[in-house]
């Protein structure tokens, strides 16, 4: 296993998360009074679990019909993008 690549992804993916809805989303299931917090974080685990394979998977395919630095200039402007729509939306 490539531990630089594994401290890269998780790295990348960790901050992408922090504070996003998802957190968010969770974050409120877990407040409800009375709510098993172990299966919010199950579901919530396994639910980002699933999210992931489906994007592993689609990378994979994507990558055997378009080389990977097309696909990262598209994803960078893509970034970029985003990042102008919210500045703009403000």
Do not use: C, N
């Not at 401290?7 to 969770?26: I, M, N, P």
């Amino acid at each position: 296993m490539d531990l630089r690549l594994l401290a890269t992804v998780f790295g990348t993916v960790f901050l992408a998360e922090l504070g996003d809805k998802t957190q968010l989303a969770t974050l409120l299931f877990a407040s409800r009074a009375g709510t098993s917090l172990i299966a919010v974080f199950v579901a919530a685990s396994l639910a980002l679990v699933a999210a992931t394979a489906i994007g592993v998977l689609a990378g994979a395919t994507i990558s055997s019909h378009v080389q990977p630095k097309y696909f990262s200039y598209v994803a960078g402007v893509g970034f970029i993008l985003i990042g102008v729509w919210t500045i703009w939306r403000v």
